[in-house]
């Protein structure tokens, strides 16, 4: 329990594909809340006796729709705190309204589609946010629609109780509440635990990455080797004998070998990946801030930049990176040509960006003037301690 309440980890944090490909699921579920609010508001007109408490009701259920679907939107920063009590709120305030629209005409519990519509949107958020605040929001919602369906069946005591109204309008808040914090508890410990066995492999590997790499070292030094030093111990050899020169000649291949081989090796990632494409990516890092890059980051942004520049938007144009950092804030700013607007841009860079943005912290994307701009922004104070910090 202790473990639970301390938890700060949201599933998003480690399986933010995942989550993005949850987004179509989530507009649709937003769809069907407004459709079954509209559908029963309609079908029972004879007993609202506010009507305008009963449009009320459906513009929150629409807010609920929206806040649910923009909140979550994968291209956008990590769903918040303030995004997901706005939408919880919005919620039980359809819950609030749509009760006191029909007030005192019945007491059928099945006639209240509110605390559905608060327990579908808390379950909706269960990849988005931690354990602990999804049950927060679940005991909050438990105590609104409960009292609210207690003191309703007391105008009416001859059909129900109120206890026995409460706990049924309560019991699909409770079920969809208790379920999402369960499944954001364990997805995310599972995922911790499987992030901890992958640090663990690859700190195993640092040995044999480093073996490799000193074999692809000695491997460029056989190739500079065939193109200038062997060369030079074929002519000695022809002659028999050193001539005045050759020491200082053997200095200087030396020198030269040696820089080369470090020189490939020495280059920030970034500005080897510029190297490799040359004239298609234009990197603006003067202070080599992308080489001290958590892990993460390094291979989300070349994951990023590596489907941007095999886009056919951009196959024409430069792609500019600029990388910088003040004092405590790292950002990473992208400007790519792009005339496809942007559904093809969610279609072939969602689940990028969405990486980037759980990555880094926060994250926007503006589509404007043929140009796709794309920002993303890190407080070292505030993910510096893991990329599990929500």
């Excluded at 929206?66 to 291209?75: A, K, R």
């Excluded at 690859?202 to 070292?217: F, K, P, S, T, W």
């Excluded at 030094?221 to 000649?249: K, M, Q, T, Y």
């Amino acid at each position: 329990m202790i473990g639970f309440l301390s938890w700060r980890i949201a599933p998003r944090r480690a399986a933010p594909i995942v989550a993005g490909a949850l987004h179509p699921l989530l507009a649709v579920t937003a769809i069907a809340l407004v459709a079954v609010a509209v559908v029963r508001t309609v079908t029972d007109a004879e007993r609202i006796g506010h009507p305008v408490l009963a449009v009320g009701a459906i513009v929150a259920v629409v807010v609920t729709g929206l806040s649910l679907v923009v909140s979550t939107d994968p291209v956008r920063p990590p769903t918040g705190t303030v995004a997901f009590a706005l939408t919880v709120a919005a919620a039980l305030a359809a819950d609030v309204l749509s009760s006191a629209a029909a007030w005192g005409a019945s007491n059928v519990l099945w006639d209240d589609w509110g605390p559905v519509v608060v327990g579908v949107v808390i379950l909706s958020f269960s990849m988005f946010r931690p354990g602990r605040e999804l049950a927060a929001a679940t005991v909050l919602a438990l105590a609104v629609v409960g009292t609210i369906s207690a003191v309703e069946a007391g105008d009416l005591p001859e059909t129900v109780s109120p206890l026995t109204s409460a706990v049924i309008a309560c019991t699909p808040v409770l079920l969809l509440g208790v379920a999402s914090s369960v499944f954001s508890y364990r997805m995310s410990l599972t995922l911790a635990r499987q992030q901890e066995l992958a640090a663990r492999a690859q700190r195993g590997l640092a040995r044999r990455v480093r073996i490799r790499l000193r074999e692809l070292m000695r491997d460029s030094g056989r190739a500079e080797l065939s193109a200038e030093v062997v060369p030079f111990f074929e002519e000695v050899l022809a002659r028999g004998e050193l001539a005045p020169g050759d020491p200082a000649r053997a200095r200087r291949l030396s020198a030269v070998l040696r820089s080369e081989i470090l020189a490939g090796f020495g280059l920030p990632w970034l500005e080897r990946l510029k190297r490799a494409r040359p004239g298609r990516l234009v990197v603006h890092d003067p202070a080599a801030v992308a080489e001290s890059m958590p892990v993460e980051q390094k291979v989300a942004l070349r994951a990023l930049l590596t489907a941007l520049l095999a886009h056919p938007e951009t196959e024409a144009s430069a792609l500019h990176v600029r990388v910088t950092e003040v004092g405590e804030h790292r950002s990473v700013f992208v400007r790519a040509p792009w005339t496809a607007g942007e559904q093809t841009a969610r279609r072939a860079l969602g689940g990028f960006v969405a990486v980037m943005g759980t990555a880094f912290g926060r994250s926007q994307v503006t589509i404007g003037e043929g140009e796709l701009r794309l920002l993303f922004a890190q407080n070292p104070r505030v993910t510096d301690a893991g990329p599990w910090h929500d």
